[in-house]
């Protein structure tokens, strides 16, 4: 996977600190580090989705305690090729467990590249990837009803070096009768899953509604351009933590700071005014169509020299609906790149669907960021909801910038 990054503006005012080279090297500076390390080390072509996925997987791992030596971090990531490659494909075993009961002491790694700290700074560089793989995992775990003790009729092995305890994840002896089964992880890579156990991938997407299956059909007409469930549906976000987590990560930000510079600051600045001075808010002015909005984005985006994708670009006697439309097109182009949200939905009839997607938070986001002089409960507390959701995004986009700058 080639090393992608932010498009990152410059502030108003103020020259770069970075070039753009130096710039797009920053992104993910750790775990690229460690992935052409681990490459070097090993002698392996392990893609870095891969790589990046197995230590998530490795990390959440540690997080339910188990105790697995340091010095088989390495072994880990690099046996699960050797997993991949088995002629059983119909094992039930999901690959931690096949690990623990298969690895042997000829197969340790004589160098080490993987430890507790390398984990830690892949999480503070990936927090979202990593806090979403562990939700998923276990909730992957109490669907198939599995705890996270020691099973009482196993004896727990001994690892001859490290004198260290892999636990096993004991199962109901009830689900095998009913099922005619073992349950298992099924979407943490086991044989038959996908060959990178990353998130975006088909297998580690998992569905947590049963109508949830055509994603198409998630927009609809029942509920209005703003609403936050209808949001969180098309992304695929449960709660409104996992919510703010997608929200926070860097490329979002990066395009929320150009609208909020361009639109959002200016318009809040002015309501504000008029809210301190005791004046009606006058309502948000009446943009163009969804339809024309959404299908010129569609455009932008098929056509690599469009201004609305274009960096950097001139923003001189721009209308609102044009910053509209560069929101739009920067969103979803930025969540096309390797590593991110959309990264597998690169197909041209995939275009129209996330333009929608990116409609639905442009409507959220200038939701968010009005003031209302209403003074029905029903409007404040919905107010209340937005302000607070303000705060947050204020709060990371002010982290973002310092970080950035």
């Not at 150009?258 to 005791?278: A, K, N, P, T, W």
Request: charged share 25%; with cysteine.
């Amino acid at each position: 996977m080639a090393l992608e990054s932010l498009e990152i503006p410059c502030p108003r005012g103020r020259p770069p600190l970075l070039s753009r080279n130096e710039i797009l090297s920053l992104d993910n500076r750790i775990v690229h580090q460690l992935h052409r390390q681990f490459q070097s080390d090993y002698k392996c072509d392990m893609s870095f989705n891969e790589f990046k996925g197995l230590c998530a997987y490795l990390w959440a791992l540690l997080q339910w305690e188990y105790q697995i030596p340091a010095s088989d971090f390495d072994s880990f990531v690099f046996e699960y090729a050797r997993f991949k490659n088995l002629q059983d494909r119909n094992i039930s075993l999901s690959y931690h467990q096949w690990f623990s009961e298969w690895k042997t002491e000829s197969q340790n790694l004589t160098r080490s590249v993987l430890n507790e700290m390398a984990l830690e700074s892949m999480r503070d560089e990936l927090p979202y990837t990593f806090e979403l793989t562990s939700e998923r995992l276990r909730i992957i775990a109490q669907k198939n009803n599995l705890t996270n003790q020691k099973s009482p009729e196993a004896h727990p092995r001994l690892d001859n070096q490290h004198r260290k305890v892999w636990r096993k994840m004991s199962y109901d002896s009830s689900l095998v009768e009913s099922q005619g089964r073992r349950p298992e992880f099924t979407q943490i890579p086991i044989a038959s899953s996908v060959d990178n156990p990353t998130l975006g991938s088909q297998g580690w997407n998992i569905s947590f509604s049963q109508d949830n299956n055509n994603n198409d059909e998630m927009h609809s007409s029942e509920r209005p351009w703003h609403s936050e469930k209808e949001l969180r549906d098309c992304l695929g976000v449960r709660s409104r933590q996992e919510f703010l987590m997608w929200l926070k990560q860097h490329w979002v930000l990066d395009v929320y700071d150009e609208y909020c510079v361009s639109e959002l600051d200016i318009r809040r600045r002015d309501e504000e005014m008029l809210f301190r001075e005791g004046q009606s808010v006058p309502p948000a002015r009446k943009r163009l169509s969804s339809t024309f909005l959404i299908n010129t984005a569609v455009g932008a985006l098929h056509c690599l020299r469009s201004r609305y994708s274009q960096y950097p670009v001139e923003k001189n006697n721009w209308m609102p609906e044009d910053h509209d439309i560069r929101f739009l097109t920067r969103i979803v182009q930025e969540g096309r790149r390797s590593g991110r949200w959309w990264e597998y939905r690169q197909q041209e009839q995939d275009t129209m669907f996330l333009c929608k997607i990116a409609y639905r938070l442009l409507c959220w986001l200038r939701y968010t960021h009005r003031i209302s002089s209403a003074t029905s409960q029903s409007t404040q507390a919905q107010r209340a909801v937005a302000s607070e959701w303000h705060s947050q995004l204020s709060a990371a986009r002010s982290l973002f910038l310092a970080r950035r700058n």
